[in-house]
């Protein structure tokens, strides 16, 4: 009798199994995916995007596209997701600088946590402090040191109120009791041309932004913010390493509407990852020490909600408001 049980209890599971793998197999994505970039064509988003258009496409065999939707600081994009067909036809490629922007700035056009979501990461990179070639400063210990010591008087050029770098200095501040000054600039380039002047005491941005400058010789990799150090950086230090705890990097994201239902999205993060673990999507990333995510899209709407509070915190402790 027991062995007539044992072989009906496994015949469920089988049963069961197979089952969940036929829906599985019957999820039927769009014949043709439009991915909304909220910035102009040739930025590093755009870039990204197309990239990701051209394997997804190939990958389900659809007509997957790609749609600048500039302004704002990335709003109007985003918005057009948000209210968009929630059978994911329309995404959107968006690092979580959307992130900071909806707890920075004063009016949003839709509610971020409600009305987006995100089906998976294509990349998950540092950012890096840069210092002049001849700044005194040589480990992450030495700035929280001197930060410390003398509040306000060190400085970092912000390309941007309220995006991730400026606002990762003040979580760093927060973290470590300091005060390092924001000192804005339209855009990373002429900060980093006047960090290269001595002008600056450092620089937060991603490597691309860093490159010329620093094969002049003029300025010098410090840091990056991540929890650990990177492979691609191997000879630059953790910040965490004098901030125990801190970890702020850049995500750049796939998003949809919220409503899009589970298995779609199931569905899409799953090809999505195949493709960001691809050698030729490697490629396009790895220079900014970037790598691939498996994190599902259950696992990344957690992360949403803690990276918001955190950024939501950080904006009101300070008083940033972006008009």
Same mark, same amino acid.
């Given at each position: 009798?027991?062995?007539?049980?044992?072989?009906?209890?496994?015949?469920?599971?089988?049963?069961?199994?197979?089952?969940?793998?036929?829906?599985?197999?019957?999820?039927?994505?769009?014949?043709?995916?439009?991915?909304? &970039?909220?910035?102009? #064509? /040739? +930025?590093?988003?755009? $870039?990204? %995007? @197309?990239?990701? *258009?051209?394997?997804?496409?190939?990958?389900?065999?659809?007509?997957?596209? &790609?749609?600048?939707? #500039? /302004? +704002?600081?990335?709003? $109007?994009? %985003? @918005?057009?997701? *948000?209210?968009?067909?929630?059978?994911?036809?329309?995404?959107?490629?968006?690092?979580?600088?959307?992130?900071? +922007?909806?707890?920075?700035?004063?009016?949003?056009?839709?509610?971020?946590?409600?009305?987006?979501?995100?089906?998976?990461?294509?990349?998950?990179?540092?950012?890096?402090? +840069?210092?002049?070639?001849?700044?005194?400063?040589?480990?992450?210990?030495?700035?929280?040191?001197?930060?410390?010591?003398?509040?306000?008087?060190?400085?970092?050029?912000?390309?941007?109120?309220?995006?991730?770098?400026?606002?990762?200095?003040?979580?760093?501040?927060?973290?470590?009791?300091?005060?390092?000054?924001?000192?804005?600039?339209?855009?990373?380039?002429?900060?980093?041309?006047?960090?290269?002047?001595?002008?600056?005491?450092?620089?937060?941005?991603?490597?691309?932004?860093?490159?010329?400058?620093?094969?002049?010789?003029?300025?010098?990799?410090?840091?990056?913010?991540?929890?650990?150090?990177?492979?691609?950086?191997?000879?630059?230090?953790?910040?965490?390493?004098?901030?125990?705890?801190?970890?702020?990097?850049?995500?750049?994201?796939?998003?949809?509407?919220?409503?899009?239902?589970?298995?779609?999205?199931?569905?899409?993060?799953?090809?999505?990852?195949?493709?960001?673990?691809?050698?030729?999507?490697?490629?396009?990333?790895?220079?900014?020490?970037?790598?691939?995510?498996?994190?599902?899209?259950?696992?990344?709407?957690?992360?949403?909600?803690?990276?918001?509070?955190?950024?939501?915190?950080?904006?009101?402790?300070?008083?940033?408001?972006?008009?």
């Amino acid at each position: 009798m027991k062995q007539v049980l044992k072989k009906i209890a496994l015949g469920i599971m089988l049963s069961a199994t197979a089952l969940s793998a036929a829906v599985a197999q019957t999820v039927q994505l769009p014949s043709t995916i439009k991915i909304v &970039v909220p910035f102009s #064509p /040739g +930025a590093g988003t755009d $870039i990204t %995007a @197309r990239m990701l *258009a051209k394997l997804l496409g190939e990958k389900l065999g659809a007509n997957v596209i &790609v749609e600048n939707k #500039p /302004g +704002a600081s990335g709003m $109007i994009g %985003a @918005r057009q997701v *948000a209210n968009g067909p929630k059978d994911g036809s329309e995404l959107m490629v968006f690092s979580n600088s959307l992130i900071t +922007a909806a707890a920075t700035l004063r009016n949003v056009p839709f509610d971020l946590v409600k009305d987006l979501q995100p089906v998976a990461v294509l990349s998950d990179s540092p950012m890096l402090i +840069a210092v002049p070639a001849n700044s005194p400063l040589k480990t992450p210990a030495d700035l929280v040191k001197a930060a410390k010591a003398r509040p306000g008087e060190l400085n970092h050029g912000s390309g941007g109120l309220g995006t991730i770098a400026p606002m990762t200095v003040e979580l760093m501040n927060a973290m470590a009791d300091m005060k390092i000054a924001q000192v804005p600039y339209k855009g990373a380039a002429p900060a980093i041309t006047d960090l290269a002047a001595g002008n600056l005491d450092l620089v937060v941005a991603a490597y691309s932004s860093f490159a010329s400058m620093l094969e002049s010789g003029r300025i010098r990799l410090f840091a990056v913010t991540s929890k650990d150090k990177v492979a691609r950086f191997p000879d630059v230090p953790a910040m965490s390493e004098a901030i125990p705890g801190l970890a702020a990097n850049v995500w750049q994201t796939l998003w949809a509407p919220a409503g899009v239902p589970e298995d779609v999205m199931n569905a899409l993060n799953k090809a999505v990852v195949e493709v960001t673990h691809s050698e030729e999507f490697g490629k396009l990333i790895q220079g900014e020490g970037g790598v691939p995510s498996r994190q599902t899209p259950a696992e990344l709407k957690e992360r949403l909600k803690t990276e918001y509070e955190t950024w939501r915190k950080i904006a009101k402790d300070n008083n940033i408001v972006v008009d």
